[in-house]
């Protein structure tokens, strides 16, 4: 074999092995700016920046056009546009210099603004009232005021009266308003938590106090309940189809305020990894058995949500007698006393733990089902491949 046979006969060895390699192969961004700013590549949340990489190394991004937003605390969110090169790495800097705050003193009216740009914000109050707040270690005004469009992450407060210091870091989540009030006689800030929490996508979820619930229909043992935040309707079609590929549900027809349907509990846990990432927080869960049921009925341990009698059940759920044999849009018919949609009937939801430790619970009843089917306490048992066109979910977050 002549030389040159064996030099492209070497090449085409070389572009076998690893074409498919480099078709595979990403573009990274290595992302400059001071520390603790949370960084986004098209709305997935990637990290903080630290000290020590000058910023944020983003590995493996699929080439073509990426949308990289930073968020530092107390300014205006950045928004880059880059293209990602297949094996290349490209350098993106953020320079934060436009303050995002407006502080508004709630006790006197005054208000001073600083841009509108930002992702949630604070209520600071105190007992007594006046005194001086700090935020991040930059003075803000003194109480009762609110600190609106702040960068989500964890923040440094201190309030000051008198001479006496009260100081703590907190988190703040996106789109959260979180209120804190700093109490001097007491020697602490209290966080007087929100009454209810809206997520990217739209769900809103209900904050339920701590409490004690009675777990089964008999009510074989107590648990307690810390406070938690559940979504207040099901998991909706159209909230679906914003993390998800395909939409599995069998009736489509019903429209996008309508329950997702037709999937398994591995599904669920899919879409709420997906959320978490997008999010970035990690905290959406399904609820457990016992969370379900102190939620169904509002911690009071009735049979339904509004008591114990089956007369008044249409006017809160949609069951075999007035449901059509179909789903329903959310939240058409009254709340329990918590403000929690369709607990009964509609779709049955799927719960976190498992029964005998292999198989995941759903509790509800659906619009198939008859009264008896359909109490907080009542429950049926599934594998988690298991879809039909009865079972949804919802999900709660922990504060």
Same mark, same amino acid.
């Given at each position: 074999?002549?030389?040159?046979?064996?030099?492209?006969?070497?090449?085409?060895?070389?572009?076998?092995?690893?074409?498919?390699?480099?078709?595979?192969?990403?573009?990274?961004?290595?992302?400059?700016?001071?520390?603790?700013?949370?960084?986004?590549?098209?709305?997935?949340? %990637?990290?903080?920046?630290?000290?020590?990489?000058?910023?944020?190394?983003?590995?493996?991004?699929?080439?073509?056009?990426?949308?990289?937003?930073? &968020?530092?605390?107390?300014?205006?969110?950045?928004?880059?546009?880059?293209?990602?090169?297949?094996?290349?790495?490209?350098?993106?800097?953020?320079?934060?210099?436009?303050?995002?705050? %407006?502080?508004?003193?709630?006790?006197?009216?005054?208000?001073?603004?600083?841009?509108? &740009?930002?992702?949630?914000?604070?209520?600071?109050?105190?007992?007594?009232?006046?005194?001086?707040?700090?935020?991040?270690?930059?003075?803000?005004?003194?109480?009762?005021?609110?600190?609106?469009?702040?960068?989500?992450?964890?923040?440094?407060?201190?309030?000051?009266?008198?001479?006496?210091?009260?100081?703590?870091?907190?988190?703040?989540?996106?789109?959260?308003?979180?209120?804190?009030?700093?109490?001097?006689? %007491?020697?602490?800030?209290?966080?007087?938590?929100?009454?209810?929490?809206?997520?990217?996508?739209?769900?809103?979820?209900?904050?339920?106090?701590?409490g004690t619930v009675q777990v089964g229909s008999r009510g074989q043992r107590?648990?307690?309940?810390?406070?938690?935040?559940?979504?207040?309707?099901?998991?909706?079609?159209?909230?679906?189809?914003?993390?998800?590929?395909?939409?599995?549900?069998?009736?489509?027809?019903?429209?996008?305020?309508?329950?997702?349907?037709?999937?398994?509990?591995?599904?669920?846990?899919?879409?709420?990894?997906?959320?978490?990432?997008?999010?970035?927080?990690?905290?959406?869960?399904?609820?457990?058995?016992?969370?379900?049921?102190?939620?169904?009925?509002?911690?009071?341990?009735?049979?339904?949500?509004?008591?114990?009698?089956?007369?008044?059940?249409?006017?809160?759920?949609?069951?075999?007698?007035?449901?059509?044999?179909?789903?329903?849009?959310?939240?058409?018919? %009254?709340?329990?006393?918590?403000?929690?949609?369709?607990?009964?009937?509609?779709?049955?939801?799927?719960?976190?733990?498992?029964?005998?430790?292999?198989?995941?619970?759903?509790?509800?009843?659906?619009?198939?089902?008859?009264?008896?089917?359909?109490?907080?306490?009542?429950?049926?048992?599934?594998?988690?491949?298991?879809?039909?066109?009865?079972?949804?979910?919802?999900?709660?977050?922990?504060?």
């Amino acid at each position: 074999m002549s030389r040159k046979a064996t030099i492209a006969i070497g090449f085409l060895t070389i572009l076998l092995y690893a074409g498919p390699l480099l078709a595979a192969m990403g573009g990274d961004v290595q992302i400059t700016c001071e520390p603790d700013v949370r960084i986004w590549v098209d709305e997935v949340f %990637k990290g903080v920046t630290t000290v020590d990489d000058n910023g944020l190394y983003v590995e493996n991004l699929e080439p073509g056009m990426r949308r990289i937003k930073a &968020a530092k605390s107390g300014y205006k969110i950045e928004e880059k546009a880059v293209e990602v090169l297949r094996g290349k790495t490209i350098e993106v800097r953020f320079q934060f210099t436009t303050p995002a705050m %407006k502080v508004e003193d709630l006790t006197y009216g005054s208000q001073t603004a600083y841009g509108t &740009a930002g992702i949630g914000n604070f209520i600071l109050r105190s007992a007594p009232l006046r005194a001086a707040v700090y935020l991040d270690g930059r003075e803000i005004g003194k109480t009762d005021t609110k600190v609106s469009n702040i960068a989500a992450g964890k923040h440094h407060l201190r309030f000051v009266f008198k001479g006496q210091t009260l100081e703590g870091e907190f988190f703040l989540r996106p789109n959260q308003t979180m209120k804190l009030k700093a109490h001097f006689k %007491k020697g602490r800030i209290i966080n007087e938590l929100e009454q209810e929490y809206i997520n990217t996508l739209g769900m809103k979820f209900v904050y339920l106090p701590a409490g004690t619930v009675q777990v089964g229909s008999r009510g074989q043992r107590q648990e307690q309940m810390e406070g938690f935040f559940m979504q207040a309707t099901e998991v909706t079609q159209r909230q679906w189809n914003q993390i998800m590929d395909r939409n599995p549900s069998f009736f489509k027809d019903c429209g996008d305020d309508c329950p997702v349907e037709s999937i398994s509990w591995n599904d669920a846990q899919e879409f709420i990894r997906r959320l978490n990432q997008r999010e970035g927080e990690g905290k959406f869960r399904l609820p457990t058995p016992a969370e379900w049921e102190y939620a169904c009925n509002s911690g009071k341990g009735s049979k339904f949500g509004y008591g114990n009698s089956e007369g008044p059940l249409g006017d809160y759920a949609w069951y075999e007698g007035n449901a059509r044999d179909r789903t329903h849009p959310v939240a058409k018919k %009254k709340p329990n006393q918590w403000g929690l949609y369709d607990m009964h009937g509609n779709v049955m939801e799927w719960c976190r733990d498992f029964y005998a430790a292999f198989e995941p619970v759903a509790k509800g009843g659906d619009f198939k089902d008859d009264p008896k089917f359909m109490s907080c306490q009542a429950q049926e048992i599934a594998s988690v491949i298991h879809t039909r066109p009865t079972i949804g979910f919802r999900l709660v977050m922990t504060p």
